[in-house]
Each structure stands twice: as C-alpha cells, then as structure tokens.
C-alpha cells in the first residue's frame, strides 16, 4: 500500500535548521510530483514547496523562498525539506504529499492538488 513517512522534525531556536525526510513506498516515486505542506494550529493546511520528477523544477511559497529547498533522491523513494534561518512562524507540522496530476512546469500548490499524504512531521521554533 501507499505509505509516506516523514522524519525530521523537532525543536529548534530561531535561526536554526532542520531537514526534513520523507520516505515513499507503494507507488512510482520516480514519476511523481511531490510537495511539501505545513499547518500550523487553529490555520489552514498551506503549500509550501514542490519539485518535479526529474528535479528540473521547483516552487516555492513566498514565505519560505530564499530560506528552504526541496530535493529529491529518485534512488531513495525520498524527497527531503532543507529548512533554514526558521522562525517561529515556521511552527507547525509539516507533511509531504504526492500531487495527482504529475507536471513538470505547473506544480500543485492546493491541497486538492494531491492523492497521497503522510502523517507529519511537528516543526516547533522558539524565539
């Protein structure tokens, strides 16, 4: 069956880094879109960044750009969220997500965008 699996997440303080992972298995990674999402307490599950199959192509949210980078290993089944300079807007739990569609220019950025979803990583940032 589909399973997305992160890791990663925990506690940090302002300014500091975190990689997230995210491991898939009962699909073809290699030929999937994938995304990143975060939601925070009390607010919306919102879009935080994608890359394409072919690691060609990626996009950001405004909020991250600049400060996080999403890669993919298509050999692992993983794709990965390099997080810097966090702040404590960036708290929240973040889950990656497989988009349904498949692009390789227009990536999904709705959640209605994506089939597959794991069950979250919790990114916690202290001022």
């Known amino acids: 069956q589909v399973q997305l699996v992160e890791s990663g997440g925990g506690s940090v303080q302002a300014g500091g880094s975190l990689r997230l992972s995210c491991a898939a298995s009962?699909?073809?990674?290699?030929?999937?879109?994938m995304g990143w999402f975060r939601q925070a307490p009390g607010k919306e599950r919102e879009f935080v960044a994608a890359?394409?199959?072919?690691?060609?192509?990626?996009h950001y949210a405004d909020s991250v750009k600049g400060r996080f980078t999403i890669s993919r290993d298509n050999a692992k089944n993983t794709v990965y969220l390099q997080m810097n300079n966090l702040t404590p807007g960036d708290t929240a739990v973040y889950y990656c997500?497989?988009?349904?569609?498949?692009?390789?220019?227009?990536?999904?950025?709705?959640?209605?965008?994506?089939?597959?979803w794991g069950q979250g990583t919790q990114v916690t940032v202290s001022s």
């Open positions: 890359i394409n199959r072919m690691s060609s192509y990626s």
């Open positions: 009962g699909f073809t990674f290699s030929s999937s879109t």
């Open positions: 997500a497989r988009d349904r569609l498949g692009g390789t220019m227009a990536l999904g950025t709705l959640t209605k965008d994506y089939d597959y």
